[in-house]
Nanobody
Framework: QVQLVESGGGLVQPGGSLRLSCAAS????????MGWYRQAPGKQRELVAS???????NYADSVKGRFTISRDNAKNTVYLQMNSLKPEDTAVYYC???????????WGQGTQVTVSS
């Protein structure tokens, strides 16, 4: 059974930092592309950042230079370091694992990030 468990969300002031973690189990983690998505109230889920099995990263324009995605294949974990947070970063953040060749796609349960003074 595949599980993706996010942690690290919370309330932070504008300009602050948070580090999200997503621990994966039940899949061949190092073979999967991993991504972080977010969904704000009343908005569609959007891609924030992704990292391929070969460590190629991609970022939404809105977070470039502020967020960094990384992975630790030994720990089956993907991270999202978020710096210089803004109120518009407030959303539920979801972890995603995808292997297009295998037709596999999995989601975590989400973690709330609130940026407010």
């Amino acid at each position: 059974q595949v599980q993706l468990v996010e942690s690290g969300g919370g309330l932070v002031q504008p300009g602050g930092s948070l580090r999200l973690s997503c621990a994966a189990s039940g899949l061949r983690f190092r073979r999967y592309a991993m991504g972080w998505y977010r969904q704000a109230p009343g908005k569609q889920r959007e891609l924030v950042a992704s990292i391929t099995s070969g460590d190629i990263t991609n970022y939404a324009d809105s977070v470039k230079g502020r967020f960094t995605i990384s992975r630790d294949n030994a720990k089956n974990t993907v991270y999202l370091q978020m710096n210089s947070l803004k109120p518009e970063d407030t959303a539920v953040y979801y972890c995603n694992a995808e292997h297009t060749s295998w037709g596999s796609n999995y989601w975590g349960q989400g973690t709330q990030v609130t940026v407010s003074s």
